[in-house]
């Protein structure tokens, strides 16, 4: 089976716009939870997707936004970007998803420099 | 509120050496329990995990880890240092119950330096 696929790997964006990143979970995962890492805060979640609906949301500015589609792809979203919104951002996707408890597995991430 | 601790930032080994990591989680219900590790320019990559049962649990690469309840503890450890383990490792935990969905609460981090 193929991984956790995110595009894209890197972005360099400026102070006020907007971006989209896209993740792709294994084949058959209904979950989907985003991460933000950085080296001062670590990793902190974002938020979680499942069957298309939001489940649980982590510390964040209304600016941080996702979706889930259909077919378990997911999107996120940050509008005016800000210096500090500059990290690496991970999705990561599980199979069974009830409970939420399930493995994680990770994609390779996303390098979002605000400049 | 659920909290991972993971002593000591670095850790530097020789090669051939023993490894350990240390990792302390704050919960009053044991959760379920990860190490992850992540080399540079990548995402996590799961190496171990604990749910129910043995409380021994052998992972990929020769890494095994044991949860012990009574110190709150999942240290991860592998008894001999191959210089294709320097990266950093996290510890994580899932919190059962309640509304975690999804959300896994991770150490801040261990960068292993292995020396020749």
Same mark, same amino acid.
């Given at each position: 089976k193929a991984g956790v696929t995110q595009t894209p790997r890197y972005l360099i964006k400026t102070r006020g716009q907007q971006v989209t990143l896209s993740c792709s979970p294994i084949s058959g995962h209904r979950s989907v939870s985003w991460y933000q890492q950085t080296p001062g805060q670590g990793l902190q979640f974002l938020f979680e997707y499942f069957s298309e609906t939001q489940r649980n949301k982590g510390?964040?500015?209304?600016r941080f936004s996702g979706r889930q589609f259909s077919n378990s792809r997911s999107e996120m979203n940050v509008s005016t #970007?800000? #210096?500090?919104?500059?990290a690496l951002y991970l999705c990561a996707s599980s199979s069974l998803g009830d409970r939420g408890t399930d493995t994680q597995y990770f994609g390779p991430g996303t390098r979002l420099t605000v400049l | 509120a659920q909290s991972v601790t993971q002593l000591g930032s670095h850790v530097s080994v020789s090669e051939g050496a023993l490894v350990l990591l240390r990792c302390n989680y704050s919960s009053s219900v044991p959760p379920y329990l990860f190490w992850y590790v992540q080399y540079p320019n990548q995402g996590l990559q799961l190496l171990l995990k604990y749910t129910t049962g043995a409380t021994l649990v052998k992972g990929i690469n020769g890494f095994e880890a044991e949860f012990k309840k009574s110190e709150t503890s999942f240290h991860l450890t592998k008894p001999s240092a191959h210089m294709s383990d320097a990266a950093e490792y996290f510890c994580a935990v899932f919190k059962l *119950? *309640?509304?975690?969905?999804g959300k896994l609460t991770f150490g801040q981090g261990t960068i292993l330096t292995v020396h020749p």
């Open positions: 510390n964040f500015p209304g #970007l800000e #210096l500090g919104d500059s | *119950g *309640g509304t975690s969905y």
